[in-house]
């Protein structure tokens, strides 16, 4: 008997990262404006992570540590958001091609026989064992899952800053099983579970360095800085700011609830203010503002309003 074969094609689209986020967005009925004020990450980050226009970032480093942090304000787990990344950026396709001889038709040429068809097993065969070959070898080479979930949630390959008044901190995370970790050098006990806890770590005044090394057992490493300042719990936290004009500018500003300022400030001229709680500068020309805080540069944008705050020991811009 002979036959042809006929071949069906069978396409699942794999869902990126980027729709999945304006997905979760759009359910929460949320606006770009919305979430840049609330994670600090700029719209125009936020628009180029939901259309994938990855070439926006001036690195991975940061494109992933902002993936997280919108990802995580929308409820997204952090290890899902930067796999579906990873798999879209590696180009993943998840094509199946099932071929099924349906149709009989004795006046085709091709006939099956028992030789063919072992043939055929023995072909099928190879590609399964060459698939599992890839699996392992993807496995071997790609570093092993890292998180730190508390004093602050940091993924692999970041590194973020936590400042606090207690004399030692508890450092909590996730670790791929079969992984060792280690801190500062020092290995850490994990019993081989997914989960860590490191308690006792003792601070110094300043400044607290601790790097965490997840190694998987083929060598391959992530790593995850963690800085932690140690503030005396005598010490006073206030805002100190300094405005220079690019051009004549009507500014008004206000500290700890008071008035101290409502007048045109000329150019070049600065013009210092402290609070202790709270501190105001509005101006219609805000952008023609140079203002520095606490010796750190601050961004403007399109506003005519920006509002620091001192909460919990740590200043924060509203």
């Known amino acids: ?38 994670i600090k990450v700029r719209i125009e980050y936020l628009k180029a992570l939901e259309e994938a226009s990855y070439d926006t970032f001036a690195s991975e480093v ?26 879209e950026r590696e180009g993943l396709k998840d094509e199946r091609v099932i071929r099924s001889p349906v149709e009989s038709k004795t006046e ?23 698939i599992y070959i890839g ?15 508390s004093p602050v949630t940091l993924s692999s390959g970041n590194e973020g800053t936590f400042t606090t008044d207690s004399k030692s901190v508890v450092i909590t995370g996730d670790i791929e099983v079969g992984a060792t970790l280690s801190v500062n050098g020092t290995k850490v006990t994990t019993n081989n ?30 790593e995850i800085t963690l800085n932690i300042l140690l503030r005396s719990s005598q010490e006073t936290v206030r805002i100190d700011g300094r405005i220079i004009a690019n051009k004549r ?6 500290t700890d609830g008071q008035e101290i300022f409502n007048s045109a400030l000329n150019a070049g ?3 210092d203010f402290t609070a202790n709680s709270i501190a105001e500068v509005s101006s219609l020309d805000l952008a023609d503002l140079s203002i520095e805080v606490n010796g750190e540069k601050q961004e403007t ?18």
């Open 1 to 38: 008997m002979s036959f042809r074969p006929i071949m069906y094609q069978y396409t699942a689209k794999i869902k990126k990262i980027g729709e999945l986020l304006k997905e979760k967005r759009k359910e929460k009925g949320l606006d770009f404006p919305q979430i840049s004020d609330v």
């Open 249 to 254: 500018v009507d500014i008004r500003i206000t």
């Open 269 to 271: 001229e600065p013009l």
């Open 135 to 149: 699996t392992q070898l993807n496995e071997i080479i790609k570093p092993p899952n890292l998180t730190v979930k």
């Open 301 to 318: 944008g399109n506003s005519t309003s920006q509002i620091w705050e001192v909460k919990n020991g740590v200043i924060e811009k509203r």
């Open 62 to 87: 940061q494109l992933k540590g902002f993936l997280n942090k919108y990802a995580g304000f929308l409820g997204i787990p952090e290890d899902k958001a930067s796999a579906m990344y990873r798999r």
């Open 193 to 222: 579970l997914q989960k860590y806890q490191i308690e006792n770590l003792n601070l110094s005044k300043g400044e607290n360095k601790f790097v965490l090394v997840a190694e998987s057992q083929f060598g391959r490493k992530s």
């Open 108 to 130: 085709m040429g091709f006939v099956l026989t028992p030789s063919k068809l072992v043939a055929a097993v023995i072909a099928g065969t190879i590609i399964a064992v060459l």
